[in-house]
């Protein structure tokens, strides 16, 4: 877990005290809450009789399972954690966090968040913010990072974006709506990185650039790691019917979104019914 602020100690040593539990106690309960996304803990501590879990709206389980006076301890802690995680968006996330090595390389971004304080109408920042990532200030959370031979990126599903660092240039790109479950890339310097979403292996290249080096950044020159002929896309006449016309829909589905105009459907519409 984050480093906690000065004022989200005194937050914590606060809560510990209502509680008449300690304040160790109380943050390794906080990382649990956290952990659980603010809606359960799977927990171990010495003042909670060891192993135990809670959720919230269900059953506060101990190891001494006929204590109920520390069940109800452990709940109305958990309670008050939840709460205070749920009040910090940037605590809670969807979707899995994964971190990815490869080559030996890693990436993790670590938690924080601000709580707004009813009594004293101020803001608190709860944990100490972490350096800015290599990907900028603007994101955060990404659902897998990873490096390989040079290239790193990193990929945040909720704001549909991919970050790619590569020789000294990042790039930011909209990955509309593909899912995103793994990356690929050729053995050598600087090669052509590819991933897989639910339509089949994907040139990153093929991605819309939102910016080179910065948020104001939007016109840029292709990657260094152009898409190459071994992720050649097969050709155009081997899709079946059916997958051309599931195409369609998913760009209609876009298009009722706002992420291509009418000019652009109907253009990419054309090209897909003339493979027919």
């Not at 301890?73 to 969807?94: G, I, K, M, W």
């Not at 790619?164 to 790109?173: F, H, L, P, R």
């Not at 040139?203 to 950044?217: E, F, I, M, T, Y």
């Not at 790691?225 to 209609?252: C, H, R, S, W």
Request: a negative charge.
């Amino acid at each position: 877990m984050a480093q906690l602020s000065q004022a989200g100690q005194q937050i914590i040593d606060d809560i510990a005290r209502r509680h008449g539990i300690s304040v160790d106690a109380t943050v390794s309960m906080l990382d649990a809450v956290i952990r659980g996304n603010g809606s359960m803990a799977q927990f171990s501590h010495p003042e909670f009789a060891g192993s135990g879990q809670w959720m919230r709206g269900g059953m506060t389980m101990v190891s001494d399972m006929f204590n109920n006076q520390l069940k109800g301890r452990v709940d109305a802690l958990c309670y008050e954690l939840a709460n205070l995680v749920a009040s910090q968006p940037d605590l809670l996330r969807t979707g899995s966090f994964q971190s990815q090595s490869q080559n030996g390389q890693e990436q993790f971004n670590g938690s924080y968040g601000n709580r707004y304080d009813s009594d004293t109408g101020s803001n608190a920042s709860l944990f100490v913010p972490p350096p800015v990532d290599w990907w900028g200030p603007d994101l955060r959370w990404p659902n897998s990072t990873g490096a390989q031979n040079g290239v790193r990126y990193a990929y945040f599903s909720q704001a549909r974006r991919l970050a790619i660092e590569a020789n000294g240039q990042v790039t930011i790109y909209d990955t509309l709506d593909h899912q995103i479950g793994g990356f690929s890339q050729q053995q050598s310097y600087g090669g052509t990185l590819s991933f897989n979403s639910q339509y089949g292996l994907i040139d990153v290249a093929s991605l819309p650039v939102v910016s080179v080096n910065g948020p104001a950044s939007y016109e840029a020159p292709a990657p260094s790691f152009a898409p190459g002929p071994y992720y050649a896309p097969p050709p155009v006449n081997t899709a079946p019917p059916q997958d051309i016309f599931g195409m369609i829909e998913k760009l209609a589905d876009l298009r009722s979104k706002g992420v291509l105009d009418e000019a652009e459907f109907q253009a990419k519409k054309a090209e897909l019914l003339s493979r027919l």
